[in-house]
């Protein structure tokens, strides 16, 4: 079946750097995306989301890109700081249903571990 | 405001038994959502709520496993004969309305000996 995935399950940067977190999707259906953090024994924190009719979106820190050509997303964040250090997980939805009708819930990939080196 | 809440934080049951996970989400959230998390896994959809209604309970695994939300608030997950594969993190979120952010419990760590 169609699924979201990740590049890497590891990432390890410099404190001060910036990081880059990719994730490959493959349901072309797919037109809302979320990036969410999460730290060892805590629930998934949003971070950021972005719709298939935008290709970049900013927020503090964090930027999301994405390619509908090569169903590619991508998280940024501007200058890490201890306080990143989490897995990152990216997630789609393959429609929107503000009326609430049969919404279905999201499907995340594996997630990526951010490692923060001082 | 008060987050996501889930009860208990952590379960220990025996194979065969009946756990209940209860999920108290955002007061005024409409949509409740149900997940389950492997170990070194991403999240994992098991069912939706609308209100009292289950709009997509196309997660769930087998007919082991139960949600209820019979005032759209509240809502218990109910698994029965548990087995040592049901073990995982449960979590549970909600959103002011579907197709909205979705915002997250800290999770029931279910461990079946």
């Known amino acids: 079946g169609e699924s979201v995935g990740l590049h890497l399950p590891t990432l390890s940067v410099q404190e001060g750097d910036n990081s880059i977190i990719n994730c490959a999707y493959s349901?072309?259906?797919?037109?809302?995306f979320i990036w969410y953090k999460q730290e060892s024994g805590k629930g998934p924190q949003f971070i950021i989301d972005i719709r298939s009719n935008m290709d970049k979106r900013q927020g503090q820190r964090v930027t999301v890109l994405l390619n509908k050509t090569v169903k590619h997303l991508s998280l940024q964040i501007a200058a890490t700081q201890p306080g990143d250090s989490a897995v990152y997980f990216c997630a789609e939805k393959a429609r929107l249903s503000y009326s609430g009708g049969g919404a279905d819930g999201l499907t995340f990939g594996k997630g990526t571990h951010l490692i923060i080196q001082p | 405001g008060a987050g996501v809440s889930q009860t208990p934080s952590n379960k220990v049951t025996e194979k065969g038994k009946y756990v209940e996970l209860r999920c108290d989400p955002i007061?005024?959230?409409?949509?409740l959502y149900w997940y389950r998390q492997s170990l070194g896994q991403g999240p994992e959809f098991l069912i939706y709520f609308q209100g009292t209604g289950a709009a997509d309970d196309s997660g769930l695994p087998n007919d082991r496993f139960f949600a209820v939300r019979p005032e759209g608030s509240v809502s218990t997950l109910k698994i029965q004969r548990t087995e040592r594969g049901d073990s995982a993190v449960y979590l549970c979120?909600?959103?002011?309305?579907?197709?909205?952010?979705?915002?997250f419990g800290p999770g029931t760590r279910l461990t079946v000996t």
């Open positions: 007061s005024g959230h409409t949509a």
């Open positions: 979120a909600s959103s002011p309305y579907a197709g909205y952010e979705q915002y």
């Open positions: 349901n072309s259906a797919s037109d809302y």
